[in-house]
């Protein structure tokens, strides 16, 4: 069964998740040891029936059972000894021939009859010695009564499922250590990468999908790897060792029962392809409900505002109701390997009966003129081999319910697998420079950007920040002012043009190096859920107590975290900071940035949606803060537009005009509008 669930295309993701568990050496072995320990005595406890069926309830104990089976033997051995001397009495004697010369004379039947009587006796040779060495031990350790044997083998049993228990324990915890041990791995890995990705990966639309990956997928792979490292390696060991009991008994049986199983195995390994399909289109459907779910959660204000309830319902109803069909046409398909493996069981089993049959009944040694066994089958020998065949009955109905496990986990790992190989947008260079000079300028040259192709934000910006100059930069909404500064932390590199740290392009510039210099405050201020103090040390997490509240008291938040929170400085501020006001949480992510103590400071829309009085404790500190200090600030607001040493204006992703307010309201018309707004809005 395990041999064919890995056939076929679209299996090396799933295996790369199970590489994982190899990394595992000690854990692996010792799974693997218990899963062969519980299929040998899987095996063992069935192969009892023999001894029960065939010696107890005959009225023998083993002690007879072993000295008729060697008389047996030497008897039959003496019986094919006497065929071969008989053939050989007739070979007329030739003077300066051998044996091999005269035995050529032979006709090729009596060749081929010659040829099984030595075969026959070499047979016989070989289990008269094992008889002969196991003889003394049950002469003098074995009960000599029918009935205290039957206990022994009783007692045996009891054992042998006691010890197989206490196995199939070990063996269950290990699988489940290894599973953890994998997803782990690969969730941290996931996790790692995704951070790793660049600002077009993420957003609200990719974050439903993104949390799809972390969760649903997820639990997919490990579900499969679950099945491959627990029951996956413990089943099929299971089914050898009951085939290797088979065997034992008649080998040649075994391989003509199994005559039907490449059909069957076909059979599943295309239904194998199709679940696994069915599995990757139920995932997808499931990530659109959870983006489904974020969308409504998060414009819930809207929802409700608006009176949409019943139209989220309906979506979420087509969703819920496009995941149900896929789950049924997944839930047919693993419906149908159950009859393909039942097909085969039974087909094994029909084989079996027929021609263990008619070799009993018969007392023959071949079927359709091809040798079955060295002598005819008894009885006993027949029940022992099907008992063994319906020991394998078991091991796959739960393989059954492996080979399905393993296509969802197959499927999940190809989309966890192509977000971890997603490449990012953002060229490394193969040599970064990471000790980077002091500032001299920022500079823009030619600089084009389109999110989508054919819809260009910037469109030839040029532009030159002198070290500790502060610059503010103006426009109308979508004239591509935030997309600009993004392009000075390398959340995106522009499609043409440059941007460049004095003369070094920053693509040359390692990441974190880069990003270490540069300090930002958004219009979108996010705290985590954690303490006021974690919330300040974010980016700088060597920082002292001393220095978060120094910078605190520099961004006027002292007072307030001090005064007014339950638990000052260890006060948790909730998911997103919802625990505090607009203007505490602006004040916060100000105090981040000053303990920072960045090179370059980037503000966006810092202070558009707070009160005034935080408005104005955020211009003070700001006034000191940015004084010779490398600013960028996209603002409209008067107050904030004071502190800039140059205005840049722009529009439709081009640098219209830049120079000083009092220069620009004389010059530039967009710019005398929208102080005009602004006056009014004040």
């Known amino acids: 069964m395990v041999g064919y669930v890995g056939q076929g295309m679209g299996m090396n993701n799933f295996f790369r998740a199970l590489r994982i568990g190899t990394r595992y050496r000690s854990t692996l072995l010792a799974l693997i040891l218990s899963s062969l320990a519980v299929a040998v ?19 023998r104990s083993l002690r007879d059972w072993v000295d008729e089976s060697l008389d047996s033997t030497l008897a039959r051995r003496d019986a094919s000894q006497q065929a071969i001397d008989k053939v050989l009495a007739t070979l007329p004697a030739a003077d300066g021939m051998d044996a091999a010369a005269r035995e050529s004379r032979l006709d090729r039947d009596e060749r081929r009859k010659l040829s099984q009587a030595r075969d026959q006796v070499l047979l016989e040779d070989k289990a008269a010695k094992w008889t002969l060495w196991v003889q003394p031990f049950v002469h003098r350790y074995l009960p ?149 779910l974020a969308e409504s959660f998060n414009g819930i204000a809207a929802v409700k505002a608006f009176t949409m309830e019943r139209y989220e319902r309906q979506k979420m109803h087509r969703r819920s109701k496009d995941y149900l069909n896929k789950s049924l046409k997944i839930s047919i398909y693993n419906s149908l390997t159950k009859p393909c493996n039942e097909l085969m069981s039974i087909g094994v089993v029909c084989i079996a009966i027929l021609f263990g049959g008619y070799l009993v009944l018969t007392q023959s040694t071949h079927v359709f003129g091809f040798r079955m066994s060295a002598h005819p089958l008894s009885f006993e020998r027949l029940m022992a081999f099907f008992t063994l065949l319906a020991g ?23 989309r966890v697998y192509s977000l971890i190989d997603e490449t990012t947008e953002l060229e490394q260079s193969r040599d970064p420079v990471r000790d980077l000079p002091p500032l001299r300028t920022l500079s823009i040259a030619g600089v084009e950007f389109a999110y989508e192709a054919g819809c260009p934000v910037l469109n030839g910006v040029d532009l030159d920040i002198a070290a500790g100059e502060r610059v503010a930069i103006v426009g109308p909404n979508g004239c591509g002012k935030s997309t600009l500064i993004k392009m000075f932390p390398r959340f995106y590199d522009p499609s043409a043009g440059s941007v460049a740290w004095n003369d070094i392009p920053l693509r040359e510039i390692h990441l974190r190096t880069l990003r270490e210099r540069i300090g930002i405050v958004s219009q979108q201020t996010l705290l985590f859920d954690d303490t006021v103090l974690n919330n300040i040390r974010y980016g700088s997490p060597l920082a002292s107590e001393a220095d978060v509240i120094a910078a605190a008291k520099k961004a006027h938040a002292h007072e307030f975290i001090d005064s007014k929170l339950a638990d000052g400085y260890d006060t948790i501020v909730g998911q997103g900071g919802t625990a505090l006001s607009g203007g505490q949480r602006q004040r916060i992510a100000l105090a ?59 529009e439709a992703g081009k640098v219209v005009d830049f120079g000083s307010h009092s220069v620009l309201l004389q010059r530039c018309p967009l710019y005398q509008r929208l102080s005009h707004r602004e006056l009014q809005a004040a």
């Open 41 to 59: 005595l899987w095996g063992g406890n069935l192969g009892t029936v023999y001894p029960i069926v065939g010696v107890v309830l005959k009225q």
């Open 592 to 650: 981040r940035a000053i303990l920072r103590n960045p090179e370059v400071l980037i503000l966006d829309e810092a202070t558009s949606q707070i009160d005034v009085q935080s408005e104005q404790l955020i211009h003070q500190a700001l006034e000191s803060f940015t004084k010779g200090r490398t600013t960028i600030m996209i603002t409209h607001r008067q107050s904030t537009l004071a502190l800039a040493d140059k205005i840049v204006v722009m």
């Open 392 to 414: 394998v009955s078991d091991p796959f109905r739960k393989l059954t319910e492996v080979f399905n496990q393993i296509q969802r986990g197959a499927a999940a790992a190809d």
């Open 144 to 292: 000599t009564e029918p009935f205290p044997t039957l206990l022994l083998v009783v007692g045996i049993l009891l054992l042998g499922t006691a010890l197989k228990s206490v196995f199939v324990v070990v063996n269950i915890v290990l699988a489940d250590r290894l599973v953890q041990l994998v997803a782990f791995d690969l969730r941290k890995r996931l996790y790692r990468e995704t951070l790793q990705k660049d600002m077009g990966h993420f957003g609200e639309q990719r974050t439903a999908k993104l949390i799809s990956h972390f969760t649903h997928d997820m639990e997919g792979v490990t579900a499969g790897v679950r099945n491959v490292f627990g029951r996956a390696i413990l089943e099929p060991l299971k089914i050898i060792a009951c085939f290797a009991g088979a065997a034992i008994v008649c080998w040649r049986l075994l391989l003509w029962s199994l005559i039907v199983t490449p059909v069957v195995c076909y059979l599943i390994n295309r239904l194998a392809k199709s679940i696994k399909r069915a599995n990757r289109r139920a995932m997808d459907e499931m990530a659109g409900v959870y983006q489904h």
